[in-house]
């Protein structure tokens, strides 16, 4: 289920649009300077093999393949009902 999770895609993006390419200074007891790279990797485990523009991509694609199989179930059932209402009415 996580490779099809729609909020993977959505909090990946978030955090590489968030994260990458910036720089926190120093905190107590840690490097002198931490980037978001790091961040991303080590404390948020967000894949890096890809862009954030890859994930949006994936997200939209996820809508359009959602709506055709939503068409696609509503137009089964219309096709169906009809049957199955004859099938039960002339079994009783």
Known sequence: MYYISFHRFALQGLYKNE???LKFPE?????PTIDGDMILKGLLQVQMGHSKWVDLGVLFG????YRILLIC???TT????PIIRVFLLSTT
């Open 62 to 65: 996820m809508v359009f393949v």
């Open 27 to 31: 905190y107590v007891g840690g490097p």
């Open 73 to 75: 179930i509503i137009k």
């Open 78 to 81: 219309e096709r169906v009902k």
């Open 19 to 21: 994260f990458q390419g």
